[in-house]
């Protein structure tokens, strides 16, 4: 059972950065694609950042350069590091699991509905 938990969201100004964690997760030693989705009001929920097994990741074109996806296996940790915060980030952020390995790459970004795993999401706002 993969427990998922998010913390770390808050208000920032434009520019500014958040970290996001996801832990603990109940790794049972299968292998899984982890995600961080997003969601603001009355938009879908999409996929923000992806890392694989192996770690390889994948990012949406809008926070490529900007967030970096990460894990910490000791830690059994997820994080997702946002640095330069735009205004349109502002959204529910959550952290996600499958073991459906190729949903790490699907393009141009694999969907919300993929993914089996959910934690209850924590909320970024950037004001400009």
């Known amino acids: 059972q993969v427990q998922l938990m998010e913390s770390g969201g808050g208000s920032v100004q434009a520019g500014g950065s958040l970290r996001l964690s996801c832990a603990p997760w109940?790794?049972?030693?299968?292998?899984?694609?982890m995600g961080w989705f997003r969601q603001a009001p009355g938009q879908e929920r999409e996929g923000v950042a992806t890392?694989?097994?192996?770690?390889?990741?994948k990012y949406v074109d809008s926070v490529k350069g900007r967030f970096t996806i990460s894990k910490d296996k000791v830690k059994n940790t997820l994080y997702l590091q946002m640095n330069s915060l735009k205004p349109e980030d502002t959204a529910m952020y959550y952290c996600?699991?499958?073991?459906?390995?190729?949903?790490?790459?699907?393009?141009?970004?694999?969907?919300?509905?993929?993914?089996?795993?959910w934690g209850q999401g924590t909320q970024v706002t950037v004001s400009s």
């Open positions: 996600s699991a499958t073991d459906v390995i190729p949903f790490c790459t699907m393009e141009p970004m694999t969907r919300w509905n993929h993914f089996d795993y």
């Open positions: 109940g790794y049972t030693g299968g292998r899984y694609c």
């Open positions: 890392i694989d097994a192996d770690d390889s990741t």
